[in-house]
């Protein structure tokens, strides 16, 4: 289990998912049927990890998982920041982005902001200029720990609490504190002006869950790419939150589907079966009112 004020890179703890991610959006990307485009996602795993496209090639088990999901996750979320900007909300926030690159790749709100980790950042910057990936004009980064008062320096570096704002939680709250997920949300909440939206990805806590259910070889697996035996490494003890009622109760409207429900609506062509802790997935919009 994770332990209180932690720390991590893009190569150890939690920052590892942040890689399987990438990993996961390059291994769409290649493929002639891909759902999601994304051209920066295979530098950044490889440049953190070498060997870890060679999983992907492999299509071992629960790369072909991953990547099935994450594809999945993936267009999702670059709906709703294409949606927002169509719609003309003004500002975009990608909490704890990890190796997100939808500001270089995507059309978004006129101002956008990311937060994680500085060492995260400070990786991720390094390759996209190297890949010649194009400088958003109005995008700021903030470099701070979500378990710190982000609010306070999102709003230093120009956010604006008086405008309609798009938020997205992608891969995040599982990977904090029940406290600290509730007090993300009332963070949100506080910042949101009417109109606001916000995306979520929420899944229950992987209790008991090991990777090891999945049939595949553990030890071989964590060499290639420092994965856990053990799902629960990368989480804290306690429960989390439900989104969805939590943001109904504060009055937002709110949407909540099954990613295969989303990939029904979408016509997205899912790959094989999701993994168990997946399959208890839910993709949640909400509407400030």
């Known amino acids: ?120 950042l400070d990786y991720k ?36 609490p008086q405008l309609p704002t798009a938020w997205i939680a992608e891969g995040l709250l599982p990977y904090l504190p029940t406290k600290s997920q509730e007090e993300l949300l009332s963070s949100i909440d506080e910042l949101s002006a009417p109109g606001s939206a916000l995306a979520v990805e929420a899944f229950a806590h992987p209790s008991n869950l090991d990777i090891s259910d999945l049939g595949i070889d553990v030890d071989e697996l964590a060499k290639m790419t420092g994965t856990p035996s053990s799902i629960e490494d990368l989480f804290y003890e306690g429960e989390n939150v439900d989104c969805s009622d939590w943001l109904s109760d504060r009055k937002w409207t709110v949407k909540s589907e099954s990613p295969e429900e989303f990939a029904s609506s979408r016509e997205f062509p899912l790959k094989g079966q999701l993994i168990p802790i997946l399959e208890r997935t839910s993709f949640i919009t909400a509407t400030k009112n």
């Open 1 to 120: 289990m994770r332990t209180e004020n932690d720390t991590w890179d893009i190569q150890t703890g939690v920052g590892i998912t942040a890689v399987w991610v990438a990993a996961a959006r390059a291994a769409e990307t290649a493929r002639a049927d891909a759902q999601i485009n994304d051209p920066y996602a295979k530098q950044l795993a490889e440049g953190a990890n070498p060997q870890i496209m060679q999983v992907f090639a492999e299509g071992n088990e629960f790369a072909t998982h991953i990547s099935n999901y994450i594809a999945l996750r993936t267009r999702f979320f670059d709906d709703f920041f294409t949606r927002a900007a169509e719609t003309g909300i003004a500002q975009a926030v990608i909490l704890g982005s990890g190796l997100d690159t939808r500001p270089h790749r995507l059309t978004m709100p006129k101002r956008s902001f990311e937060i994680d980790q500085p060492a995260v």
């Open 125 to 160: 910057n390094q390759v996209l200029r190297a890949a010649g990936a194009p400088i958003p004009e109005h995008h700021t980064q903030i470099s701070i720990d979500l378990r710190q008062d982000w609010p306070k320096a999102l709003v230093e570096n120009g956010f604006s």
